[in-house]
């Protein structure tokens, strides 16, 4: 694979916390195969313990089409939500998951769901107003889990209603096994909190390497720092 200084400087380092910073166009997926193939092929380290994680499912066939034959022996070689998901079907049943036939929501499916517990709970009248908070509330705070950045106020009278709704979605969920891609790696980060799983998941994977790591949101990020 030809590189440039710049790109084998990157590739080939001994160092084991690197970070790629370069435009579009650049070459980040050749050095980011370079990099996972030396470590391989020059480290010899086992292709099994090294998981990359990319945004997009092509991204991920791209770089397993890059790196040959090692492509299929990597840990794991995909989406941050498909190893969340890989994640809650090894462990799930911890939580009350069926992990063979657990199945992903689309977003206007998990909002018709969504718009049922608000209903049953008394935030949606039948007129559909919303008597305690807004929708846009509701929005703000539902994102703010999943990307990792709201934390509920135990002495907030409208987060703890909010965070009622939050439990009520995530049961009726439970009850059907379905999940929503938001919620799938809320429950990774679930599980990794026993410590018997995340024994078993961080004594299996050793090395983290992320495409396009600048897009992460705070709950990729504590699943990485994990």
Not at 47 to 54: D, R
Not at 136 to 143: G, H, L, V
């Amino acid at each position: 694979m030809i590189l440039d200084n710049y790109q084998g400087a990157a590739a080939h380092s001994p160092d084991t916390k690197i970070l790629i910073s370069a435009a579009a166009g650049s070459g980040k997926t050749r050095t980011v195969a370079a990099r996972v193939l030396y470590m391989i092929e020059e480290l010899e380290m086992p292709p099994q313990s090294i998981v990359l994680l990319t945004f997009t499912r092509f991204a991920a066939r791209e770089m397993k089409k890059r790196l040959g034959q090692w492509g299929s022996y990597l840990g794991f070689c995909g989406t941050f939500h498909a190893f969340a998901l890989s994640i809650v079907q090894e462990f799930g049943s911890r939580r009350g998951w069926e992990g063979e036939w657990l199945t992903l929501l689309d977003e206007k499916e998990a909002e018709l769901d969504e718009d049922e517990v608000l209903q049953e709970q008394g935030y949606i009248t039948r007129q559909g107003k919303w008597p305690r908070f807004d929708p846009i509330q509701w929005k703000e705070f539902k994102e703010g889990l999943i990307n990792g950045t709201r934390i509920p106020d135990p002495e907030d009278d409208t987060d703890k209603r909010m965070l009622t709704v939050w439990k009520g979605c995530m049961d009726r969920m439970r009850a059907q096994n379905v999940l929503t891609f938001g919620a799938l790696v809320l429950e990774a980060l679930a599980l990794l909190e026993e410590p018997d799983v995340l024994e078993a998941v961080t004594g299996r994977y050793k090395h983290m390497i992320v495409d396009e790591g600048q897009d992460t949101d705070g709950s990729q990020w504590e699943l990485l720092r994990l």
